[in-house]
């Protein structure tokens, strides 16, 4: 019955914070930035910062092995007892880096297989790890999509790198498109939570995005994400080289607002580093860098 459908979804993300709003009041997530490379160009982001996809841009994560990553998380499990996520966001896109996204997988699911494992991808590469990702109980995937109608895209990715070769404008742009919405699918097939982000850009996706939430809904998206580009020229993070700017507060309530349909909308992010650490919005990333966590030793016992 419905009910128990509705439990069993319940018991799935209670101790996820970004899944569930009320868990983030307890409950807190790591990330681990063992992923460099990205496949993708998004107008938006400037490669020398993290992936503006799942984090917030100007930030410049330690990039580690899948081994320290490892014993980071092992260490941080240890230290934060509410430390129920591990999620890998970055810095550019994991499954443009699978071997080492899953290296770190599999060590973390060995040594610590309580801790739920979390994964942020622009989704050109998802459909061909949809199988490994349920293998690993991966249960939260989230995929950004900035539009469902290539000619907007145009405007958001110059370009897209898929199997050894570039495609420029549209043709990169449809091939994005149809391999996010094949993610979709294979994820809700295969019965694995999804969350979709989509980044407001004012003026370039702002009014389409009421399409996107409808289509995503259909396609079986959980919860839906919209956050608001942080436009930051100091940081270097410009929407190519227009200037765009970010929307305000308001304009982002009034669309959120506006999409709320039967889905549920995500408003508590706090777009986090891809190294980030602690509850969402507090961010203890400083007291286990890379010098430190190494000095430190695992005290998580199973
Ligand atoms: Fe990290 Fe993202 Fe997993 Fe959460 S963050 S990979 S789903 S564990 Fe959360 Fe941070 Fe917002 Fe992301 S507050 S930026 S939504
Ligand atoms: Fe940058 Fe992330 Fe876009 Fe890749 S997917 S170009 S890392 S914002």
Redesign the pocket.
């Known amino acids: 019955t419905e009910t128990t459908l509705d439990e069993k979804i319940k018991e799935r993300i209670a101790k996820h914070p970004c899944y569930s709003e009320e868990a983030h009041h307890h409950y807190a997530r790591m990330h681990v930035a063992v992923a460099p490379a990205?496949?993708?160009?998004?107008n938006?982001?400037?490669?020398k910062y993290?992936?503006?996809?799942?984090?917030r841009?100007g930030v410049v994560s330690e990039l580690l092995t899948p081994e320290e990553a490892a014993h980071k998380v092992l260490v941080i499990a240890g230290k934060i007892p509410q430390m129920t996520v591990l999620g890998i966001a970055?810095?550019?896109?994991p499954l443009?880096n699978p071997e080492k996204t899953f290296r770190t997988f599999d060590l973390i699911a060995d040594k610590a297989p309580d801790i739920k494992l979390c994964l942020s991808?622009?989704g050109l590469m998802l459909p061909d790890h949809v199988d490994r990702i349920k293998e690993l109980n991966v249960d939260h995937v989230t995929i950004?999509i900035n539009m469902v109608d290539p000619e907007v895209g145009t405007k958001i990715?110059p370009w897209v790198h898929y199997r050894r070769k570039r495609y420029r404008g549209v043709e990169g742009v449809k091939i994005l498109h149809e391999r996010q919405m094949e993610g979709l699918q294979a994820l809700r097939e295969a019965d694995i939570l999804c969350k979709v982000n989509s980044v407001m850009i004012p003026g370039i996706n702002d009014e389409h995005l009421v399409e996107v939430d409808k289509v995503i809904r259909q396609h079986g998206a959980f919860l839906h994400n919209i956050m608001p580009l942080i436009s930051a020229p100091e940081h270097g993070t410009h929407f190519g080289l227009t200037g765009q700017r970010g929307p305000t507060p308001k304009e982002l309530k009034a669309l959120q607002d506006n999409c709320s349909g039967n889905m549920k909308m995500m408003r508590h992010c706090r777009q986090c580093r891809a190294d980030a650490v602690g509850l969402l919005g507090e961010d203890r990333s400083q007291e286990f860098t890379k010098e430190k966590f190494l000095e430190m030793a695992p005290e998580y016992n199973l």
């Open positions: 990205c496949n993708i160009q998004c938006y982001c400037n490669r993290d992936c503006a996809n799942e984090s841009p970055g810095p550019g896109d443009a991808t622009n950004t990715y």
